[in-house]
């Protein structure tokens, strides 16, 4: 899991995809308030990520105490 999130931390970086919407809005905005908003959107991209990450997580962590307990 810490591999997952260090490799999605590292690729920031290098993600500039946007939508149609998003590249008109960047382009007219400049270059620095252009790299804000693709650092918000990847931002608002990893949360569902993250949550899911650690809903998996703990689920993962309670099955493998509950395989343990029956064996």
């Given at each position: ?39 918000g959107i990847i931002y608002l991209m990893l949360t569902p990520f993250a949550i899911v990450g650690f809903i ?16």
């Open positions: 899991m810490l591999l997952v999130i260090l490799l999605s931390t590292a690729a920031v970086t290098a993600v500039t995809a946007q939508c149609s919407i998003c590249t008109k809005t960047a382009s007219q905005l400049g270059e620095k308030p252009a790299r804000s908003l693709n650092s998996g997580y703990n689920w993962w962590k309670n099955e493998k105490q509950n395989n343990t307990l029956s064996e």
